[in-house]
C-alpha cells in the first residue's frame, strides 16, 4: 500500500513556466490523502497494459481519438471513402490506415477507436498481415476499443432493445475478432445530446467499468467544476439491486475538443505549430508549453485526483495521423524532460479512457451519486437541444417499425432453423436489417438531425435489410406451415395500401406474434368492393366488417376489411379471406355530424370505455373507464408553436436539434373539428378534421382498453414564413402539482417537475423548451389516484407545461438552420413531410396503470407482422401437412416476463434474452412487480437446448467472469451479491432484471444425434 496525497508537492514544485502567471483562482490546498487499493504491479484485467504514471505528479492523460459519426452531413459510405469532401472533410478509411502506421512508428502513442460499424469495415479490407498487426497493437494496448458498439447511439430518442442490438452486434464482432483483449472497459458517449439514465444501467449490466460524456446541460456543468463533482457514480435503476446498475461516470473537461491552441489535424480551425526547434524562427513551442500548463493547472481544479485527461481530437481527425502524433510527441518530451528539469511537477502521457479511469478507481476515493439523468441537454441560455426528439417522425417511425420486423426475422431465424436462411424462396438472413437498424441508432440518425440526403440514405439502408428479412421470413413460414405460398407483406397497411388484398377475391392472411402470449388483434386490410367471409385457422366463420373511408380529394373511397385474429405465442394464425355474393350486405361508412351549439355531445364506446365528443367544437371532452368507474374530463386537441421566420436575427432559432419557440404560448391549429361518425359491430371511430393539414380518427375496438388516437399531420404549411411546431395537447383538471412522469428508452419511468432539476437550482431560460424531456414510449400524469398515460408510437419530445395538462410534439418544419453544424433547415420537403401516428390513452386507478401501460407498451413495440398470400401454394415438402397455427413455445411466459431477444448467435447457438417488464413496487393490482421463476427447459418447441451459458447484457463475457471494478459512493459502498448456480429449471427474475443466455440447441430435424436433456452450465 502506497500512501499519495493530492501532494503538497505538487503545487510547491509550481508549474515549471516561471515567467507566467497560472490563470485564475489559486489551486485549493491539498486536503486529500488517497490510499492506493492494488500493490504496484498488479492489474485488474484488462488495465495490465496501461501506461507508468508518475504518482506524485500531476499526470495529463492525453487520448488521441477521432470521432467519427456514422452519418451526419454526408452518408455512412461519403464518410467511409472520403467522398464529397467538399461537403465535409470525413475520410476514415485514410483514418484507419494513417493511425494504425503511426502506432507502429512509435511505440509509446496510444489511440482509441469507438465506431465499429466503421472498423470492421476496414478491418475486412485488410490483408492477414495488417490483422496480424493489428492485433499485436490491441493486445499490447496501444489501440484500445472504447464503447465498441456499432454506433454511439443516441440517448434521447433510441428503444432499450435497439440500444442493446446494437451494442451488441459491435461488441460481438470485438470478441470474435481480438477476443478478450478488444473487449472494450470504458463507455465512451462524447457527442449525445444530453444522456438517460436507461443508458447507464444497459452500460452497466454490459459489464463496463465505467463511462465518459462529452455534453452535459451548461448551468450543471459550471456547480460540478465548482464543486469538483465532475465524475460521480450514477446509480441508473430505482429497480436493480446495486451495485448492479451503479455506472461511474466521468465529465470530460472541453465535450471532446482538444484544448484551445493545442489542436494538430488537418482539419483544425486554430492550427497550431509547434516545431521543436529551437533555433527555427518557426517555432513557437515554448509558448504552447506553457500555454498547456496553464490548461493542465486550469482544469485539474475541477477534478479530484492527481489525473486529468485531454481528449486530443475530433470529428473526423487523424486523416494525417502524423501530424498530430508528432506533435503530441514534442508535447511529452518537452513538458517531462525540459519543464520537469526545471521543477515541473507536471507528467504528460499517452494514454486510453481505460487507463485513465484505472487510475481514479485506485484513488479509492467516495464519489457523489446520481440518481436522475442528463436532460434536457442546453448549452447555453436559450439553447435547449429538446427539437430532436421530435425531428423527422417519418424516420423516427420507420426505425420503431423496423426494430419489430427486425425482432420477428431474427424470431423466425431461430425457431426454423437454417430452413430459414435457405429455402424455395432464396437465400435470406437478419444480417443486413440488423446492421442498418444499429447505424439508424448513430446520434444524428434516429435523432434527426442528418443532412436529408443523409436520412434518405437511412431509410435506402432499412428497405435494403427488410428485403432480405422479407425472404427469410418466407422460407420460415413456408417451413413451419408445411406450404410454399407467395408471401408477401404490405408495408403501406397504415394508408391502406396493398395491392395482393385490393385485387384478389381470395387470399390467405398470416399474422406472426413476437410476443411470448397470445395476442388478439383486429386486422384491418384495404379490399376490393363486396362482402368477404373471414374464417379462423380451424375453418370457423369469423364476425367482420367492411368500411367504406372517404380518401384525399380526387381519389374514391376505399373498402377495408375488419377482423379481429387470435395468435398464439410466439407464433402464427393463417385466417382465409374470401369474397362472397351476398344478397345483402351493409358497407359501413362515416357520416358527417353537424355542429350544435351548447352542450350537445356524442358518444362512442365498448364494453371497456366510453369517449364523449363536445358537438360545438369537435374536440374529446371526457373519457369514461366503466368497469373501474372513472370518469376524467379530457380536451384534446392540436396546436403549434411558431418556431422562427426568415430573416428572423436570434441566435440560434429552432432547428433539427434545437427548440426555441418565438412565443411561448402555442396557437390552435383550429377552434373545432368538423367530425364524421362510424359505428360497427367491431369499430366505433369519430373522424376529426381540423384543418387541410391535420386529421385524426379517435377509435374504439371491440375489446379493448385504450382509446387510440391516430393523427395525420402535414405538409405543415410555411408559406406565411413561420416554421411550426405542431403538438397533440390533452387538458384535464388533474392536480398534478408541478410533475409529470417520461419514460427512459421505453423501460424504467422517470419522475419530472416543471422548472425543476433534482442536482441544481435551475435559472429557467426557457418555459417550454426547457421543460421537454424525451419520450420514448410513454408519458403520463396523475393526482394520485387517477392516471392518463399517452403511448406513443415512436420517440417524441413531450411535457406538461400546465398542471393537468400533457403534450406531445408530432411533428416540426423549420426554414432555418440553427447552427449546431448540420447547415441545413429541417423542411423535409418530400417523404417525411406528411406522417400518420397513434397516441394510444389510458385512463386508469394509480395502482393498476402499471400493467395496463407495460403490456399494452409490449404489444405496440412487438406488433404482430401481418403477411398475405394468395393461397394454394404446393406443399412444402412431399406429404408434408398444412399448418394453418403454429407456436414456438410449449407454454406462454407469464405477463411480468417480456422476451427481449430470441435470435440465431451461432451455427448451433442462439442468443437468449428474458426480461422482467415491471419496477420494483409498481403494480399493486395484480402483483405483476413481483420477483417471477421460470423453467427453461421444454420451453420451446422447434429446438431443444442442450447447454446453457449466462452472459452479460451484450453477450461479450460469461456473467460468471463478468466482474466490474468497484466504487464507493458517498451512501456507502455495496459489495456486489454473489450469484448462485444457474439452473435452467429455475431462472429467477427481478423487477426489471434483464438475463442474457447464450444457448446450445439442438433444432427439431436435427435432433436424432443425442438425447435433448438440458446440461447446467
Ligand atoms: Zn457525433
Known sequence: MIALGRASGVRAGGWGHAGRAVRGPPPPLPVLFV???????????????CPTVQPDMLNVHL???????VGWIKTVDQYYYGAQNELHHGAVKNILDSVISALWAEPSRRFVYVEMAFFSRWWHQQTNATQQAVQELVRQGRLEFANGGWVMNDEAATHYGAIVDQMTLGLHFLQDTFGDDGRPRVAWHIDPFGHSREQASLFAQMGFDGVFLGRVDYQDRELRQKKQEMELVWRASASLQP????????????VYDPPKHLCWDLVCDHDSSMVGDPFSPEDDADVLVDHFLDVAADQW?????????????????YENADKWFTNL??????????KQASGSRVHVLYSTPACYLWELNKANLTWSLKEDDFFPYASGPQQFWTGYFSSRPALKRYERVSYNFLQVCKQLEALAGLAANMGPYGSGDSAPLEEAMAVLQHHDAITGTSRQLVAEDYARQL??????????????????????????????LNISVCPLSQTSARFQVAIYNPLARKVDRMVRLPVSAGAFLVKDPSGHAVPSDVLLLPQPEGQKPSPELLFSASVPALGFSIYSVARVSLRRFKTHTPQPISQKPGSAVLNIKNEHIRATFNLETGFLMQIEDLEQKLVLPVNQSFFWYKASRVGQKISPPSGAYIFKPHQQKPLPVSDSAQIHLLKTPLVQEVHQNFSAWCSQVVRLYHGQRHLELEWTVGPIPVGDKWGKEVISRFDTPLDTKGYFYTDSNGREILKRRRNYRPTWNLNQTEPVAGNYYPVNTRIYITDGKKQLTVL??????GSSLQDGSLELMVHRRLLLDDNRGVGEPLLEEGSGSWVRGRHLVLLDAVGTAAAGHRLLAEKEVLAPQVVLAPGGGAPYQPGTARRMQFSGLCRELPPSVHLLTLARWGPETLLLRLEHQFASGEDSGRNLSSPVTLNLQSLFSTFTITHLQETTLAANQPWASGSRLKWTPDTGFTPTPTVPPLDPASITLQPMEIRTFVASVQWEEFAWSHGGDLVQA
Open 35 to 49: 490510499v492506493l487499493v492494488a500493490a504496484p504491479g498488479t492489474r485488474a484485467a484488462g488495465y495490465e497494459t
Open 63 to 69: 487520448l488521441a481519438h477521432t470521432h467519427d459519426d
Open 243 to 254: 451495485p448492479t446498475a451503479d455506472l461511474f461516470t466521468g465529465l470530460l473537461p472541453n
Open 301 to 317: 481544479q475541477s477534478y479530484r485526483t492527481n489525473h486529468i485527461v485531454m481528449t486530443m481530437g475530433g470529428d473526423f481527425h
Open 329 to 338: 510527441d514534442k508535447l511529452i518530451r518537452l513538458v517531462n524532460a525540459e
Open 463 to 492: 428497405a435494403a435489410g427488410w428485403g432480405r428479412c422479407e425472404v427469410l421470413l418466407s422460407n420460415a413460414l413456408a417451413r413451419l406451415s408445411g406450404s410454399q405460398e407467395a408471401f408477401s407483406i404490405c408495408p403501406e
Open 792 to 797: 406513443t408510437d415512436r420517440s417524441q419530445g
